[in-house]
DNA sequence: GTCTATAGCATGATAGAC
DNA sequence: GTCTATCATGCTATAGAC
C-alpha cells in the first residue's frame, strides 16, 4: 500500500499531518509515528525538520511549476501571433493544481499549499523562490492576454486570483460552510470552471478611475 | 503611550505577535514580555492562553461584524424595492475591514485575520461561529443583487471573494513580490476599489455552462 | 539503516509569597 | 494584582549499540 521506502513514507505522512495541522504544530514524532519508521530517522534522512519541510514542498512544486510553463508554451503557440486569450492562460495557471489533485500520492499538496501561505516564515520565502520563472513568464502573458492592465494593476489582479485559488484549496471547510454542505471541492472540473469563469471576468474589468495607480 | 491596563497590553501585544508569527507559535513568554507583564499574567486574566486567543479575535471581530451588518441595511434601505447594486454590497462587505485599518490599535487584525484561516483548529471553529448573521444576510443580499446565480453558484463565488480578501491582508509581502515592489497595502483607498471592481466584475460573470451545479 | 536512550531546551500552567 | 519559582510535558537533535 505504501510506499516501502523509509524516505518517500516520512515525506507522505508529513504532507498528511501538515495538512491536517500546519507545518510548526507537526512534531518529528507524531510524523514518524504515521510513517511507522523510528524518531531518529527523519534526522537520518534528512538532517532536520527545516530540511524535511523543504523536501515535503519541494517534491510536487517543481513539477507543478514546470507543467504550468509547458502548459503555456502550448497556450502561446497555438495563439501565434494572434491574440493570447486569458482563460487559456487562466487554465495554464490552474490547471496544473487541480489535475495534481487526481494522483492519489499528491491529492492534498494543493491544500497544503493553500494554507502555507499563513504560516510565513524564513522557510517560506524559501519556497516562493522556486516561483520565479512561472511569475516572470505569466506575468509577461497576462500582459499580452489583457492590453488593457498596466503592470501594477495587474499585480492587484494576480494577488486576488493567487488569494482565490490557494483559498479554494486551502479553506475548503468553509466553502462547505458557507452553501450549507451543498458545494465541495470533489468535482474538481466544476470547481476549475467556476475560478476560470470568476477571475478571468474579474482581470477582464475595466481599470476603475483612480489617481495615481502605482500604490 | 500604551494602554496602562494590563488586560488590553497583553491583548496588544499578542495580536502583534500572532501577526508576525502565527497563533501557534506564539509564546506566552513572548507575549508578556512584549507587553511588559509577567508570565502569570496571561493566566491570571484569562485563564489560559486558548482563551485569551478567543479575546484577541472577538475584540475586532464583533464591532466590525456589526459595522458591515450596519453598513448592509444602509445599502438596503437606499435600495429601497428597486435592485440591489453588487459593488454597494461588496462595500458592505469589505468597506469595514478596510476602514478598520485606520484605526492604530485595529489596524493589524485584518491581517491577523487572513492569515488565521490557515491555522483551522477547533480554536478556529469557534471564531467562524461569529459569522453567522453576516453570512445570512450576506447571501440574501447577493442572491437579490445577482439574479442570475442561485445558491451554489454564489458560494463559490463567495468563497473567490473571501479569499481574494483575506489572501490581500494576510499575505501582502506576496503583493509586493509580484509587483517588483511597486503596489502595496498602505494606499488603502485604492485596494478597496480593486478588490471590487475585480470581484463584482467576477460575481457578475454569466455561469458557464456545466452538468451538476450542486457540487 | 534502524533502534533506544537521553541531552538540552522551551512550553503552558500553577502554587504561594508579597 | 504582581511577582518568583517550579512542575510536568513536549520538543528537536544526537550519541551510540546493534
Known sequence: MSPADTRERLLDAAQRLFVQNGVRATSLRSITTEADANLASVNYYFGSKEIMVQAVFSRWLEPLNKDRLK??????EEAGDGPLEVEAVLGAFLGPTFHMMRDERARDFPCLFG????????????????FHDVQVRFIQAFLR???????PELAWRMHFLIGAMAYTFGAADILKFISKGQCT????????KRLIAFSAAGLKAPVPNQGDTTQ
Chains 1, 2 share one sequence.
Not at 502548459?71 to 502561446?76: P, S, T
Not at 471541492?185 to 476549475?192: P, V
Open 115 to 130: 494554507r502555507l501561505h499563513a504560516e510565513s516564515d524564513e522557510l517560506t520565502a524559501a519556497i516562493f523562490e522556486q
Open 71 to 76: 502548459w503555456l508554451d502550448r497556450v502561446e
Open 185 to 192: 471541492l470533489s468535482d474538481l472540473e466544476g470547481a476549475l
Open 145 to 151: 492576454a489583457l492590453p488593457h492592465l498596466n503592470l
